[in-house]
């Protein structure tokens, strides 16, 4: 038998009831990691609305796989989280496709490089909008439905909102940003909600492509030696919302040691 390769470990997950009952409402939920999040809260029992802007089919289509699964446990809801007013509507239709709130998964984001030269205001308000003011005005909608619930908030941030990424700085400064509303709301939202932050690293790479060898570098420089997957985002995400009662105000790096790199 060949010995176990790195990536091999175990799958296995929580039981599949863990989260029965409960309702979780993922951003960007359409597509990439937000889908995997989505599927892995919902294979522990949440019931799960799948928010998206642009991707309707793909929203469609995971919403009837889950149902499919399950019925009547999933739901899509549209809404560009560029519009702030438009933002405690989402939460609202959230809270009332099953009765409550229990889990806001800020996941939606948008990623790109600007470089310092070119950087226009637009690129601010899309990377900021995005990554950190619609967190906030989101957080800010769900506070008394998440009270209700002692319900929790998990965000997406980035191992580049500590040491920022090369070419990125609007970006790296959103997710900087993220960090520190993560730890501001675990103190507003206290004692009966909860806030923590996910930081990946290499788990999915952008579409636009990335140079092999570029993709090589990053492996050589994490710990683990390779880049991981959205399932081990989404492991992380099911350990806040099943496994940490005592834990808020954190920030978990999934990065096989990137972060420690160098
Ligand atoms: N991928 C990685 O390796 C990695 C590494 C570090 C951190 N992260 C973080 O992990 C999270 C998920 O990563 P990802 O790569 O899966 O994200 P992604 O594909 O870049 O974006 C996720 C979704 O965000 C939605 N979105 C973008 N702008 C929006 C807007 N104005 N209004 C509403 N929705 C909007 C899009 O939904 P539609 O398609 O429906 O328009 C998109 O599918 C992100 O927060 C990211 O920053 C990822």
């Known amino acids: 038998m060949p010995p176990p390769t790195p990536e091999s470990g175990s799958t296995a997950l929580p039981p599949a009831n863990v989260l029965q009952g409960k309702t979780a409402l993922v951003t960007g939920a359409a597509r990439r990691v937000g ?13 799960v609305v799948l928010h998206y802007r642009s991707s309707a089919e793909d929203a469609a289509q995971l919403a009837a796989e889950l149902n499919a699964a399950r019925p009547g446990t999933a739901q899509i809801a549209e809404c560009d989280l560029l519009q702030v007013p438009q933002l405690g509507a989402l939460i609202d239709r959230a809270a009332q496709a099953w009765g409550g709130l229990d889990i806001l998964v800020n996941n939606a984001s948008t ?67 993220l960090i520190m509303l993560t730890k501001a709301l675990a103190r507003e939202l206290g004692p009966l909600v909860r806030v923590n932050a996910v930081a990946p690293g290499p788990v999915m790479w952008p579409e636009d492509g990335l140079d092999p060898a570029l993709k090589e570098k990053i492996a ?30 954190q920030v978990l790096a999934v990065d096989g040691g990137r972060s420690i790199g160098w």
């Open 35 to 47: 889908a995997t999040i989505a599927r892995v809260l919902h294979g522990a029992g949440a019931s």
């Open 111 to 177: 990623f790109y490089p600007t470089p310092l030269g070119d950087i226009t205001e637009i690129d601010w308000d899309d990377l900021v909008g995005t990554n950190l003011k619609a967190p906030l005005f989101l957080a800010q909608a769900a506070a008394a439905a998440l009270r209700e619930r002692q319900g929790l908030i998990i965000n997406l941030a980035d191992i580049h909102g500590v040491r920022p990424l090369g070419r990125h700085p609007v970006y790296s400064v959103a997710k900087a940003g």
């Open 220 to 249: 050589a420089r994490t710990a683990l030696h390779r880049a991981g997957t959205p399932l081990d985002v989404a492991r992380a995400c099911l350990f806040f919302a099943a496994e940490a009662p005592y834990v808020t105000g």
